[in-house]
């Protein structure tokens, strides 16, 4: 982090966002999907796993994940996991629907602390976790990157609200919106 | 304000998270054509409302939004276990033992 600047948020640059559903249980449609989309989809619940780059598996349901692909190679993910995967099995294109933001710095935290009723302190919520919960009166799935920044993926219709939001909470921790050198 | 332990999250939530969804265990008459009106009124609109433990389904709204049962106090609010869909453990109190 630069000199003086508590928290940072800037917009990620994500290539597709998918959505996955079918049987955790079952062994054949987790490493099919691993094996296609290069990213283990986490079975624990909560949790999230990071391949190279962006890519990353986050944990939704106990039988639904969303893959976060990297800048050109979600394009024709969706029809290529299709064709491999049983038809019981659902992939939705979600690209269009959804907004990462990274938020880091030491004050972080408290800045998520101050948005949502889950408990956002470190001994609860370490590097690996990631949950959905209510953020600032709309919904987000917050994801623990590092012990002080964290991946915020929330809807596009609510992204100006919740920028703003973001804004305004981290105003007291002298934020930086990415841009500024 | 509820703390509700999602039993898929594995974790206790705020009640903001959560909505309720109604009376739980419900059976679905097994063949509506044969059913009577009364029968069916019965499976549709009839609800117990029990003083004390009651066995209702809430959803993981803003969570994994999934269905699930819990076993709540109309009493005191207090919330005696959580579970899955599709399960019902026998050592809990019965509804409405008062």
Known sequence: MSDGVGVACRESRVGAFLNLRGDAADPGFRNVAASVTGVELPVEPCTWRRHAGHAAAYWLGPDEWLLAMQNGVGVDLESRLRDVLDPRCSVVDVSGAHVQVELSGEDAGKVLQKSSPYDFDPRNFGVGRCVQTVFAKATALVAAREADAFDIVFRRSYADYLLRWLEDAAAEYNASDGRSP | ?98
Do not use: K
């Open chain 2, 1 to 98: 304000m509820l703390r509700i332990r999602c039993p898929y999250c594995q974790e206790a939530r705020s009640e903001e998270e959560f909505s309720h969804a109604g009376e739980a265990h419900i059976p679905r008459p097994a063949n509506p054509d044969a059913s009577s009106d009364a029968q069916w009124g019965e499976y549709l609109h009839l609800r117990r409302n029990p003083r004390g433990p009651h066995r209702e389904m809430w959803v993981h709204t803003a969570g994994c939004r999934r269905y699930f049962n819990v076993l709540r106090d109309t009493v005191n609010y207090e919330i005696l276990a959580t579970y899955a869909m599709g399960e019902r453990p026998a050592d809990e109190p019965e509804e409405g033992a008062l």
